[in-house]
């Protein structure tokens, strides 16, 4: 993280990095201003590049509906018997239809469109025609489109037939973490705001939060800073300010925090004692007043 590296310095007078053509003591400077105060305060600021001016994020917006378009296609076709790398032609075909490409498709390596996670598959399961859907399974399918460059991130869990009712709760119970996370990011508020609102409901329901894998910064890249984890404190972790885009994205699991990864496949996150997780993401923009939720 660059935080601490002394950004450009822009003149009163000079065209505000923002490039809303604007001078700069007429637009950012006040805002930078107030941003170089809390951090001589001793919080993590973000960077300037964490920024997204109203182009960008018109651009993300536009990346987004995609991710959505096809998360309620798949909300509309996933049943008992189809296979999980149906899914992932499903998400294939529609995404580039509509004029987009999925960003998991060999980024670092990964094989697929899409990640679809089963009952204790933590993240990042891998689609496959030898994965049935049966009834009574619950799976996460998280997607994630490149649009004109920029990126948008998301995903839903699906209840498969007849889930059983612990199950059932687990995953309401993880969509409720992420409203109750979504509800404290605010500008000039901090990401541990989010983190602790996160984490105290699904402890209060006596599940856990996976510690190893979190959320991020998302726009113009994949995954930016900051990372965004669930086991953090009110008042803690980055500076929110508006313009920021990050995800929430917690694993919930119904037993105990700890897992592992496939060795076979080197990307599949399990649950240590095999037990259901759950796990939804928004992505989210902070505003001048709170935030906006722009895929799910
Ligand atoms: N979509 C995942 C996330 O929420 C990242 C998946 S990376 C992949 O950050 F390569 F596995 F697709
Ligand atoms: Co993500």
């Known amino acids: 993280m660059l935080q601490h590296v002394k950004q450009i310095k822009i003149g009163r007078n000079d065209p505000c990095w923002c490039k809303s053509g604007r001078k700069y003591k007429q637009c950012h400077m006040a805002f930078d201003e107030k941003i170089e105060r809390i951090r001589q305060e001793g919080h993590v600021v973000p960077i300037r590049k964490l920024i997204k001016n109203a182009d960008q994020i018109a651009a993300i917006k536009e990346s987004a509906k995609i991710n959505i378009a096809v998360l309620d296609y798949v909300g509309e076709h996933i049943q008992e018997g189809v296979t999980t790398g149906q899914i992932d032609r499903w998400v294939y075909d529609l995404t580039t239809k509509m004029?987009?490409?999925?960003?998991?498709?060999?980024?670092?390596?990964?094989?697929?469109?899409?990640?679809?996670?089963?009952?204790?598959?933590?993240?990042?399961?891998?689609?496959?025609?030898?994965?049935?859907?049966?009834?009574?399974?619950?799976?996460?399918v998280d997607?994630?489109?490149?649009?004109?460059?920029?990126?948008?991130?998301?995903?839903?869990?699906?209840?498969?037939?007849?889930?059983?009712?612990?199950?059932?709760?687990?995953?309401?119970?993880?969509?409720?973490?992420?409203?109750?996370?979504?509800?404290?990011?605010?500008?000039?508020?901090?990401?541990?705001?989010?983190?602790?609102?996160?984490?105290?409901?699904?402890?209060?329901?006596?599940?856990?939060?996976?510690?190893?894998?979190?959320?991020?910064?998302?726009?113009?890249?994949?995954?930016?800073?900051?990372?965004?984890?669930?086991?953090?404190?009110?008042?803690?972790?980055?500076?929110?300010?508006?313009?920021?885009?990050?995800?929430?994205?917690?694993?919930?699991?119904?037993?105990?925090?700890?897992?592992?990864?496939?060795?076979?496949?080197?990307?599949?996150?399990?649950?240590?004692?095999?037990?259901?997780s759950a796990q939804w993401e928004y992505m989210v923009l902070v505003t001048e007043d709170g935030a906006e939720k722009l895929s799910w």
């Open 143 to 276: 997607c994630s489109t490149i649009l004109n460059g920029f990126y948008s991130d998301s995903s839903r869990m699906f209840c498969i037939g007849n889930v059983s009712e612990e199950k059932r709760r687990l995953v309401e119970v993880t969509k409720e973490c992420c409203d109750k996370g979504l509800e404290q990011v605010k500008p000039w508020g901090f990401l541990g705001d989010m983190g602790q609102a996160v984490h105290d409901h699904a402890y209060a329901n006596g599940y856990s939060i996976v510690r190893e894998i979190g959320g991020h910064g998302v726009g113009l890249d994949f995954h930016e800073d900051p990372w965004v984890g669930y086991h953090s404190k009110k008042g803690t972790e980055m500076l929110l300010v508006p313009g920021m885009i990050f995800t929430i994205e917690p694993m919930v699991n119904m037993g105990k925090e700890d897992i592992f990864i496939d060795e076979d496949n080197g990307w599949t996150a399990y649950t240590e004692d095999r037990k259901p």
């Open 99 to 140: 004029g987009g490409i999925p960003a998991p498709l060999n980024y670092q390596g990964y094989p697929k469109s899409v990640c679809t996670s089963v009952n204790d598959q933590v993240c990042h399961g891998i689609p496959s025609e030898d994965v049935v859907l049966k009834d009574g399974d619950i799976v996460n």
